[in-house]
């Protein structure tokens, strides 16, 4: 069975914070994704990634970078967490090159920053 | 304007109904997929279409490429099916990476 697993699902952090989001897949998929949702603007790509040490910017990278030094994992790291990023934080992944593929999302983490 | 637009936002319906949310996009695509999305989270995606039309158990899902158009029908809606329904497009760049846009999704809310 498909899964994609993420390390937190509810975590609290304060303005300024070194904050980490880890992302774990055991389908050997080579592309992975991190989203955030909010309310009245659905799924937005923060980055993305289709192989090991590769990592391209999504729509709305600023205040964010990724990490994947293993094919199963991939960490997004806020350097410096601000009350704006308070968001759910959906990582996905996908077989590579695949045009008409599903993605498999994860359980998603509820961020609160104070 | 959204590149992927969904209606209604919010759906209230009383159990059995028949639901139908639909889903436009602006844009070239390979293929458009309708998730569930439950309270909590977690997303699964239910159908990913390309053309014509889809069916699993209750839900059918349908596609008019000429029109830039998709549906998705319950039918004998029950309860559980109160989840949020978001729509999502794979935009037909050439490209080799899977990247989607969505839809602000349709909140449906059955009522027994």
């Known amino acids: 069975d498909v899964k994609v697993t993420q390390s937190s699902r509810y975590l609290v952090k304060r303005t300024g914070e070194k904050v980490f989001l880890e992302c774990v897949q055991d389908m050997d998929h080579e592309n992975m994704f991190w989203y955030r949702q909010d309310p009245g603007l659905g799924l937005r790509l923060i980055y993305f990634?289709?192989?090991?040490?590769?990592?391209e910017k999504g729509d709305i990278p600023e205040g964010y970078s990724v990490s994947r030094e293993k094919k199963e994992r991939f960490s997004l790291i806020l350097e410096s967490a601000s009350t704006n990023q308070t968001s759910m934080y959906l990582c996905a992944s996908s077989p590579h090159t695949a045009y008409q593929e599903t993605q498999y999302f994860g359980p998603g983490t509820r961020l609160l920053v104070l | 304007k959204n590149e992927v637009e969904q209606s209604p936002q919010n759906l209230t319906a009383q159990e059995g109904e028949f639901i139908t949310i639909n889903c436009s996009y602006s844009v070239g695509i390979s293929a458009l997929h309708w998730l569930q999305q439950h309270p909590g989270g977690g997303i699964v995606s239910l159908f990913m279409?390309?053309?014509g039309k889809k069916k699993h158990g209750r839900l059918i899902a349908t596609i008019n490429i000429q029109e830039k158009h998709s549906s998705l029908h319950i039918t004998a809606s029950h309860p559980r099916d109160s989840a949020v329904y978001i729509c999502?497009?794979?935009?037909?760049?050439?490209?080799?990476?899977?990247?989607?846009?969505f839809g602000t999704g349709t909140l449906l809310a059955v009522q027994p």
């Open positions: 279409l390309s053309s």
């Open positions: 990634s289709y192989d090991v040490k590769m990592k």
């Open positions: 999502a497009v794979r935009s037909w760049d050439g490209g080799a990476t899977n990247k989607l846009i």
